[in-house]
C-alpha cells in the first residue's frame, strides 16, 4: 500500500478561487476612473502652463509651446553630454490621460438621467476642450503671407518649415513646382520626383547653416552651381522669436541616370541654380515651405495710423483685393487688427509691416478645430447653469416640503 | 446604469468608442504622414525675386528674409559693352537675377540669350565653363579640353572665349557662351536652349559677339 493510498480521504477541496479577468482589471479601471487622478493632471497641466511661460524667454513661444505642451514628455539636456532625460510629462501626455480619465469617470459615475444631464454637458465639454488641442496640434497651419503694395500673390508660406522647390520652367507660361518638404530631406535619402525624370539625392541636410565666401584653398562641398564658391557650416537649430534658422543642403539631381553634379541650396543664396535635361528646364530652390492657393490676394493699400502729434500706433489696415476665379468672385477686403479675413478655411491676420509702410505681412491661420474651444466654454457653461438649476430647483422643492410638512404638523397640532 | 464602485465590464458601447478611438488615430496619422510626399503645383510664373544678398556682395549670409526685385546688373565702372544688335532680336535690360540684358532671337522652339556681368574673375574661365556643361548635363573638362574647345573671337573689346557645347539625350540642348574679362569684370554673354532654335540662331549671335565693343561712360 502506497503511502498516498494510506493517508486519510480528505473532504472535497474547494475550488480555488482565482481571480477573473474583471477582478484584475478592477484596480487599474479605479486608477483611470479615479479623481486622484484628475487631479494630477490638471496640476500637471498648471506646472506645464508656468514652466511654458518662462521658458518663452529662451525658447522663444514656438520653441516653448513645442517643448512643454505639444509633447509627450518633457526632456531635460544633462549639461556636457549628449543624453537627454524625461523628467516630466508633456501637455500632450497630461491631455491625453485627462481626456482618458474624463470620458472613463463619465461612463462609471455618472448616471444617464436627467438629474444628472448638467454634468453631462459639463464632462463633455471638458473633453471637447482637449480634443480640440489635439486637433490644433495635429492640424493647425500657422503660415505668412507677404506681399507689397500693388503685389499679386496666390501662395502663403510657413516661416519654420522649408521645401526644396524642384521648377520645371520649360513651359513659358506656367512652372511646375514639385514640392519636397523638409521632413523628406531631413532623412538624407534619395526622393524620385514623381512624373519627371529627375531623382534628388539629398546628401547633407542643415536645419540652420552659415554661409560665407569660401577661403582661398578650401575645396568647396558642391561640385555644381553657385555653390561652389560658397562655405557652409552647420550651426544648432535656433527657436526663440527674434532668431531665423537659414537652412542648407546638398543635393545631387540625377536624371536619366545622369548626375548633374551636387548643389548647395539655401534661402541665403540668391542666385539663380538649375539646369537643363533632354530639352526641360529645372531650378532648384530651398525656402520656405509654400501652399499655393486657388485665388489670389493683392495688397491695394496699406495704412499705419498713429494717434495725432505722436508716434504711438493706432491701427495697421491692409486693403486686399481678393480675385477666386472658381468663385466668379473678386472683391475688396480690409482687413485691420483682430478683424481677419476669414476665407476658404483661413484667417488671414493683420501682422506685421515693413519697407517704409509698402510692404504688408499677413498671418494665415488654418485650424479645422478653431470652434472647438468656443463650443467647449458653451457647454462648459451651458452644463454648469443646467446643474446648478436643477440643484436649485430640488433645493427649492425640498424647501416646500419641508415649509408644507411643518405647516400640516402645526395644524394637527 | 451600474451603481459607483462597480466595474463595468468592456460593453459595445466602450467597445465602439475604443474602434472610434483607434480609427481616429489612424486617420490622424495618415494625415500627419501626407505633408511627408511631394506635392506638385502648377502656378504662373511669378516674377523674379532675390531671397537676400547677391553673390557679388555676399559677406556673412544670415538672413532668409524675402527681398526687393533685383535691378538689372549695375555697369562697372569704365563703362559696359555694346553691341550691334541682329536684324529682328529685341533688347530688354534686365529680365532676371544678376542679368545685364535679355536678348530674343526670331527663331521658333526654346531659346534664351542673356548679358550676365559680375565683378572680378567670377570664378574663373575653367570654373564657369564646367558650370555650363553641368547645366546641360555634361561632365566636367580640364584645362586641357577647355583649351581645345575654345574659339578666340578678337572684337573692339578685346579677345572673347567662346564655347559651344551640346548636350547628349534625343532632345539635345546646345549652349554657345562667350566670356570677356574687361575692366576688372567678367562678361558673360550666353544663349541656350532647344539645339535646332540655337543652329538657327547661332550665326547671328556669332556676329553680334563679332560686334561688342566697349562703351565708355
Known sequence: ?????????????????????????????????????????????????????????????????????RSWLVWWDIPGT?????????????????????????????????????????????????????????????????????????????????????IDTTDPNLDDVYSIPGSLLSRESLVQVPGTPVSVRV??????AQLGRLPEGEAPQATAGVGTQVAVRELPPVTSD????????????????????????????????????????????????????????????????????????????????????RAGEARDVLIYMNQPLRYAGKAFYQASFGKNDTLSILQVVENP????????????????????GIALSRSVRGQARKQQGAAVGAAEA | MPAEGVMVPASPRLDRAARGAMLALALAAVAGCQRDEVAHFKVPKERPVVQTASM???????????????APAAVPEGGGLVWTLPQGWKQ???????????????????????????????GGELANVNRWRNQIG???????????GRRVLKTAAGDLSVYDFVSEGTKRTRTIAALAQLEGSSWFLKMTGDAEAVAAAGPAFLDLLGSVRLESH
Open chain 1, 1 to 69: 500500500m502506497s503511502r498516498t493510498s494510506a493517508a486519510p480521504a480528505r473532504a472535497p477541496a474547494a475550488p480555488v478561487s482565482t481571480p477573473s479577468l474583471r477582478e484584475r482589471l478592477l484596480p487599474l479601471w479605479d486608477g483611470i476612473t479615479s479623481l486622484k487622478l484628475t487631479i494630477v493632471c490638471l496640476a500637471a497641466l498648471m506646472v506645464l502652463v508656468v514652466a511654458c511661460t518662462l521658458a518663452q524667454v529662451h525658447l522663444g513661444t514656438w520653441g516653448a509651446v513645442h517643448a512643454y505642451m
Open chain 1, 82 to 166: 549628449v543624453l537627454s532625460l524625461p523628467i516630466f510629462p508633456g501637455g500632450a501626455l497630461a491631455g491625453l490621460v485627462l481626456a482618458v480619465n474624463l470620458l472613463a469617470a463619465q461612463f462609471r459615475r455618472l448616471e444617464l438621467s436627467w438629474k444628472k444631464a448638467g454634468l453631462w454637458v459639463v464632462h463633455a465639454g471638458l473633453i471637447l476642450l482637449v480634443a480640440g488641442e489635439f486637433v490644433t496640434g495635429l492640424y493647425q497651419k500657422d503660415n505668412r503671407l507677404s506681399f507689397e503694395v500693388g503685389e499679386t500673390t496666390n501662395y502663403v508660406f510657413s516661416p519654420r518649415e522649408v521645401e526644396l522647390a524642384v
Open chain 1, 203 to 208: 546628401k547633407r541636410f542643415m536645419e540652420n
Open chain 1, 242 to 325: 527674434d532668431a531665423v534658422n537659414v537652412a542648407a543642403a546638398l543635393v545631387e539631381p540625377i536624371a536619366g541616370g545622369r548626375s548633374y553634379g551636387t548643389w548647395l541650396v539655401s534661402g541665403a543664396l540668391g542666385a539663380p541654380q538649375g539646369f537643363v535635361h533632354e530639352g526641360r528646364s529645372y531650378q532648384l530652390v530651398l525656402r520656405e515651405r509654400r501652399e499655393y492657393l486657388p485665388y489670389a490676394l493683392t495688397l491695394r493699400k496699406f495704412s499705419h495710423d498713429v494717434y495725432p502729434g505722436t508716434d504711438i500706433p493706432k491701427n495697421f489696415s491692409s486693403l486686399v483685393h481678393l480675385v477666386n476665379p
Open chain 1, 369 to 388: 478645430g478653431w470652434l472647438l474651444p468656443y463650443v467647449s466654454c458653451v457647454l462648459v457653461t451651458v452644463g454648469l447653469l443646467v446643474h446648478f
Open chain 2, 56 to 70: 557679388a556682395g555676399m559677406g556673412s549670409m544670415g538672413g532668409g528674409q524675402a527681398g526687393a526685385d533685383l
Open chain 2, 92 to 122: 530688354a535690360q534686365g529680365g532676371g537675377q544678376m542679368r545685364y540684358a535679355t536678348l530674343t532671337p526670331p527663331v521658333p522652339g526654346k531659346v534664351d540669350v542673356s548679358v550676365i556681368v559680375l565683378p572680378g574673375s567670377a
Open chain 2, 138 to 148: 555634361l561632365p566636367p573638362i580640364d584645362e586641357a579640353g577647355m583649351a581645345s
